[in-house]
C-alpha cells in the first residue's frame, strides 16, 4: 500500500532542473517531517533532504547544498524537491518518507521504519 506518491523525474543535461514532487492523502505535511532519500546504482540509500514538520526547518546533505531546496505547498499538501545545476552524480532514484509512521521523529529520520514508494528516476547525463 503506497501512502507517498513521488514523480516529477525525468532526463535532463548536466546543468538542467527538476522540480520532484512528494505528496499524500493520508495526512497534512505540515504537521509531519518530509526527508528526501536517492539511490544510485551500485550504493546504498542516502539522504539528501528534509524539512521538519511544523517549524519548517531544512536540512540538506553537502553534496546537494546550495543546489537542492525542500519547499512545502500547503495548499497542494506537496513537497518539493527543487533541483538545479544537476550533476550526472545526481542520477539516482529519489524516494520521500515520513515520520508519520514508525518512532523516529524529524531529520534523523532513517530508513528502517519507511514505507517506500515506487520512487521517481533522474537520470542526468549528456
Known amino acids: 500500500q503506497v501512502q507517498l506518491v513521488e514523480s516529477g523525474g525525468g532526463s535532463v543535461q548536466p546543468g538542467g532542473s527538476l522540480r520532484l514532487s512528494c505528496t499524500t492523502d493520508q495526512f497534512e505535511v505540515d504537521y509531519y517531517t518530509i526527508k528526501w532519500f536517492r539511490q544510485a546504482p551500485g550504493k546504498e540509500r542516502e539522504g539528501v533532504a528534509c524539512i521538519v514538520g511544523l517549524d519548517g526547518v531544512t536540512e540538506y546533505e553537502d553534496s546537494v547544498k546550495g543546489r537542492f531546496l525542500v519547499l512545502r505547498d500547503s495548499a497542494k499538501n506537496t513537497v518539493f524537491l527543487q533541483m538545479a545545476s544537476l550533476k550526472p552524480d545526481d542520477t539516482a532514484v529519489y524516494f520521500c518518507?515520513?515520520?508519520?509512521?514508525?518512532?523516529?521523529?524529524?531529520?534523523?529520520?532513517?530508513?528502517?521504519?519507511?514505507?517506500w514508494g515506487q520512487g521517481t528516476r533522474v537520470v542526468v547525463s549528456s
Open positions: 518518507a515520513t515520520d508519520y509512521w514508525g518512532p523516529e521523529k524529524g531529520c534523523t529520520l532513517g530508513t528502517q521504519y519507511a514505507r
